[in-house]
């Protein structure tokens, strides 16, 4: 068998460290698997240098033996070393095209609940999968064009005519909303892993449930997932955040954002002013 999926965390002060520890890990690793009855794969096994720099520095970790790569898939999401998730959006356009010609086939087949079945089991899987992690990139709005296109195909939308209403009255999430969704699902959760404002007085503020956002001077803080989770969450209205059991608060954001048929973050964050 293959130890598969396996993940380690390295640290160290410099390269050079972090480089020995490495190899230390490695080879630990290597005699665990053999002790075990475990082949690690080394020809599947890769080293990515992430850097969030517009230029890759001149000097990266590496080990003997394991080849460097741009890119990597790890846990069905591909990263690339500047964290731009291009690869892994071209990937889910890709499955949202084949979804596309999928339902196209179908279209004539199947009735409604059908063709959304199929919608759901193609499409919506993967724009959901991970989406914390990149929903959120540059290139997202492909996604967002690519879900519009299908929708169009499902319901007969004329080019040039909206797809709000189909979305509404289908109940369908838009890509931004599945975004949203997830975002504070997290939160709602984690409650352990976010600090409100209320733990910082020691009485009750107007605000004292809403969530602290650390002090950051990068934009690149503003890219990840928790300073997203935080905002988004922040802007919920206050009959949805005030909601306690988990599955009762899911079914009513749901429900307002199908409502809402947001097309961006930016647009739902604009309406909670």
Request: aromatic residues 14%.
């Amino acid at each position: 068998m293959f130890a598969d999926d396996t993940t380690i965390t390295v640290c160290g002060k410099n390269l050079e460290e972090l480089q020995e520890n490495i190899a230390i890990v490695m080879d630990e690793f290597s005699s665990w698997c053999q002790c075990n009855r475990l082949i690690l794969n080394e020809n599947k096994t890769v080293i990515t240098n992430f850097t969030l720099l517009r230029r890759l520095p001149g000097e990266f970790a590496t080990v003997e033996g394991i080849a460097l790569a741009d890119n990597t898939k790890f846990l069905g999401t591909y990263f690339d070393s500047k964290l731009t998730f291009s690869d892994h959006i071209h990937y889910v356009c890709q499955s949202l095209n084949k979804a596309f010609y999928a339902i196209l086939q179908l279209k004539d087949v199947l009735d409604e609940s059908g063709i959304v079945s199929v919608y759901y089991a193609l499409a919506h899987s993967h724009m959901s999968y991970n989406i914390m992690a990149w929903g959120n990139a540059k290139d997202k709005d492909r996604v967002f064009i690519a879900q519009k296109r299908l929708v169009r195909l499902m319901y007969n939308i004329k080019p040039g005519n909206t797809c709000r209403p189909i979305f509404k009255s289908k109940q369908i999430l838009t890509f931004p909303c599945i975004y949203i969704l997830k975002c504070v699902l997290y939160v709602k959760r984690n409650p352990s892993w976010f600090n409100t404002l209320g733990q910082f007085h020691q009485y009750n503020t107007r605000n004292g449930r809403l969530l602290s956002i650390d002090n950051h001077t990068t934009n690149s803080f503003k890219q990840s997932p928790n300073y997203n989770c935080t905002v988004i969450y922040n802007n919920l209205p206050n009959f949805l955040r005030d909601i306690d059991k988990y599955e009762h608060f899911k079914h009513k954001v749901k429900s307002y954002l199908a409502d809402n048929v947001f097309y961006s973050v930016k647009e739902f964050l604009e309406k909670s002013d």
